[in-house]
């Protein structure tokens, strides 16, 4: 059974930083796919960024200039380092993964942007 465990969300002030984490246990292969989705209250989902196998990542318009996503693509785990944060990245971030050709999602991390 493929599990997806994410952790670092919290609450924090605007302009600070929070990290995500994101790993993928219960398959030996190595993710195809990995990356972010956001939901805020009343939201539909939003991309959020992604690695697709080795290539470049991509970010959604919301991330760039102020996220970064890596990995450990051995550890089948993925990163997120979110600086200069703003209450509108308040949202529950979820981790993803297409794992020899199914989609797999986390539970969710909330992270609370706030004064």
């Known amino acids: 059974q493929v599990t997806l465990t994410e952790s670092g969300g919290g609450s924090v002030q605007p302009g600070g930083s929070l990290r995500l984490s994101c790993a993928a246990s219960?398959?030996?292969?190595?993710?195809?796919?990995m990356g972010w989705y956001r939901q805020a209250p009343g939201r539909e989902r939003e991309f959020v960024a992604r690695?697709?196998?080795?290539?470049?990542?991509i970010y959604g318009d919301s991330a760039k200039g102020r996220f970064t996503i890596s990995r450990d693509h051995a550890r089948n785990t993925v990163f997120l380092q979110m600086n200069s944060l703003k209450v509108e990245d308040t949202a529950v971030y979820y981790c993803?993964?297409?794992?020899?050709?199914?989609?797999?999602w986390g539970q969710g991390t909330q992270v609370t942007v706030s004064y």
């Open positions: 219960g398959i030996d292969l190595n993710a195809n796919i």
């Open positions: 993803y993964a297409v794992i020899g050709g199914p989609e797999f």
């Open positions: 690695f697709v196998d080795e290539a470049f990542p």
